[in-house]
């Protein structure tokens, strides 16, 4: 499956390499012919575009390289060190063409547009929102960002180009000379365009949360077996846009078996996998709730109600021959956890003197 996906991002790369070579030797010819330094620099986004396309291929093909001892993960992540290859080739082409945009506003020089220049603007807009739909179409297919991305810089490139069309209408007809202006705001879409690449591809590496509606989905799947009181603690990590770890605790009664707790862990193990393409570990907290242990975790609850910095309590478990009870909190992570522990532990010794509370703080890694 990952190998067709790659091949895939390949040939759509490709084509799009393709549609920007032609676009750059048509613009360019017309921007020299007619002294046009917005349409010249129309024709070097479509250049950095297409040089973006190759550095996609070569992260691409990197990526797909199997496992091996000193990477055991893969090598996915490498399809977000082209990603930040490609902010950076973008914000050099937008800052080299902001600088020479605002040269031509102070120092014009006359152009010299004719009909075909504008039938070349005209049939590039139409390329560039032609090609962004299927390239943006196919990596919302693939779950390529690399894809998504040039996809929406196409329709961006289109827009410039609209208003590289403009610059030359109004020249010819009432002999205005924009050049400078227009140049300087096509070099700060392009700016915007690889702070934005790289912004959200330096999130990606330092770890963001994951989709709510994705965790969600998993906590449903895993709480509809019957043996599972609840679903805590879901941690996920990317390796790459096709390979997601993680792990999750679920809560069963302490009466299970090795023996089913065993079955049950590698049947939500499988359904994950299946379902969603996760590989994920599952862990246990055992519940004991009946009787005095019911009551003494009444009484917990009571207490984490009222510190609303607490967002989850769970794992909760006790031994009633030696007094002691232990669970987990989910603090906010405005908080400081060390206080709010602390804080917690003195209203439990109050209502509850005889018990010994072990409380472990977690951090809000999914919802």
């Known amino acids: 499956?990952?190998?067709?996906?790659?091949?895939?991002?390949?040939?759509?790369?490709?084509?799009?390499?393709?549609?920007?070579?032609?676009?750059?030797?048509?613009?360019?010819?017309?921007?020299?012919?007619?002294?046009s330094i917005s349409i010249v620099l129309d024709a070097v986004n479509n250049l950095s575009d297409a040089l973006s396309s190759v550095i996609t291929i070569v992260g691409t093909k990197l990526s797909a390289k199997a496992p091996d001892k000193k990477h055991p993960y893969g090598h996915g992540r490498i399809e977000y060190l082209t990603a930040v290859a490609i902010s950076l080739i973008a914000l050099l082409a937008g800052l080299t063409s902001l600088k020479e945009s605002v040269i031509k506003i102070f120092h014009p020089e006359e152009t010299d547009y004719s009909i075909a220049s504008i039938i070349v603007i005209a049939a590039a807009i139409a390329a560039k929102l032609l090609c962004g739909k299927y390239v943006k179409g196919m990596g919302e297919k693939l779950n390529s960002?690399?894809?998504?991305?040039?996809?929406?810089?196409?329709?961006?490139?289109?827009?410039?180009?609209?208003?590289?069309?403009?610059?030359?209408?109004?020249?010819?007809?009432?002999?205005?000379?924009?050049?400078?202006?227009?140049?300087?705001?096509?070099?700060?879409?392009?700016?915007?365009?690889?702070?934005?690449?790289?912004?959200?591809?330096?999130?990606?590496?330092?770890?963001?949360?994951?989709?709510?509606?994705?965790?969600?989905?998993?906590?449903?799947?895993?709480?509809?077996?019957?043996?599972?009181?609840?679903?805590?603690?879901?941690?996920?990590?990317?390796?790459?846009?096709?390979?997601?770890?993680?792990?999750a605790h679920i809560e069963v009664d302490d009466n299970m078996t090795a023996r089913e707790i065993h079955k049950l862990s590698r049947k939500i193990s499988a359904e994950i996998m299946f379902e969603f393409g996760i590989i994920l570990t599952v862990g246990v907290y055992a519940?004991?709730?009946?009787?005095?242990?019911?009551?003494?975790?009444?009484?917990?609850?009571?207490?984490?109600?009222?510190?609303?910095?607490?967002?989850?309590?769970?794992?909760?478990?006790a031994e009633a021959n030696i007094k002691y009870a232990m669970f987990d909190l989910v603090v906010d992570f405005e908080c400081d956890a060390n206080e709010v522990r602390e804080a917690v532990m003195s209203e439990l010794h109050e209502v509850c003197p005889d018990y010994i509370f072990d409380i472990i703080m977690d951090s809000d890694y999914s919802d």
């Open 287 to 317: 519940s004991n709730t009946s009787g005095e242990f019911g009551k003494i975790k009444r009484l917990v609850e009571d207490v984490v109600k009222t510190h609303p910095e607490i967002l989850q309590m769970h794992g909760f478990y």
């Open 145 to 247: 960002q690399s894809l998504i991305a040039s996809g929406t810089d196409a329709f961006s490139d289109a827009v410039l180009s609209a208003g590289t069309l403009i610059t030359a209408l109004v020249g010819m007809i009432w002999g205005l000379n924009l050049e400078g202006i227009m140049g300087s705001i096509i070099s700060l879409f392009i700016i915007k365009a690889g702070v934005e690449i790289l912004t959200d591809t330096l999130n990606s590496i330092i770890g963001v949360r994951f989709d709510s509606e994705l965790t969600e989905k998993i906590k449903q799947k895993i709480n509809g077996y019957d043996e599972v009181k609840g679903t805590y603690d879901l941690t996920l990590h990317s390796y790459g846009p096709t390979k997601i770890i993680g792990t």
């Open 1 to 35: 499956m990952t190998t067709e996906r790659n091949r895939r991002i390949i040939r759509t790369s490709v084509i799009g390499i393709a549609v920007n070579v032609v676009l750059v030797a048509f613009k360019m010819a017309v921007g020299l012919i007619a002294n």
